[in-house]
């Protein structure tokens, strides 16, 4: 199982539809879970961090599941400037700095 | 304020040459990144260091490839003998301590001939 899988995508949406993207993780000793997003040829950007209790922020939302080791984004109200590659990034569990990226899922926001 | 800076932006170089890459972290970041991206993949860890304590460098492929981080700020990866196969974007990202988001500079495109 690869340490942190994703859903490639794409996933084409119109704009104002809700959209949710999954990552499981396989290393149950992880702490540390992060969304970025990247765009074509860019760097990455941090998202949001995700806390044990689910967070939110503006139309972003972020759940952890310990038990079955995944977590979640929900993106409502998508916009066209959402478009992008959203990575999902959890720490390796034996070591807080490595961080092990996911291969992203790809959203495209239609008009 | 000022973001993490790299140099060169791009890099050409022969097989069998040595490179070194250059980063500069957010003022203040105690922790700093280097990982490497190719084509179409997923982000490869590479090494991290955090303020004094011994480098994390369990994700360096092979002793070809170190890493240096000089009075807690700047930091240069140096490539030995470089092969076709460590073309690729070469990012680094600081932050303000571990475990916290990462803030990435542009990348240096490197690419082998």
């Known amino acids: 199982r690869k340490e942190v899988e994703q859903d490639p995508g794409p996933f084409n949406v119109p704009e104002g539809a809700t959209v949710a993207f999954n990552c499981t993780y396989s290393?149950?000793?992880?702490?540390?879970f992060f969304w970025y997003r990247q765009d074509c040829r860019k760097e990455p950007k941090l998202l949001m961090s995700v806390y044990s209790s689910g967070n939110e922020d503006g139309r972003f939302t972020a759940q952890l599941n310990r038990a079955s080791q995944y977590i979640s984004l929900l993106i409502r109200d998508s916009k066209l400037s959402d478009s992008a590659t959203y990575l999902c990034v959890v720490n390796h569990g034996g070591s807080q700095g490595n961080l092990i990226f996911g291969k992203g899922t790809k959203l495209s926001v239609k008009p | 304020g000022a973001g993490v800076s790299q140099s060169p932006s791009n890099k050409v170089t022969e097989k069998g040459k040595d490179v070194e890459l250059r980063c500069d972290p957010i003022s203040g970041h105690t922790a700093l990144y280097w990982y490497r991206q190719s084509l179409g993949q997923g982000l490869e860890f590479l090494i991290y260091f955090q303020g004094n304590s011994a480098p994390d460098k369990s994700g360096l492929p092979s002793d070809r490839f170190s890493a240096e981080r000089t009075g807690g700020s700047v930091s240069t990866l140096t490539i030995q003998r470089t092969q076709q196969e460590d073309s690729a974007v070469y990012l680094c990202a600081s932050s303000l301590a571990i475990p916290s988001g990462q803030f990435f500079g542009p990348g240096t495109r490197l690419t082998v001939l």
């Open positions: 290393n149950s000793a992880s702490q540390s």
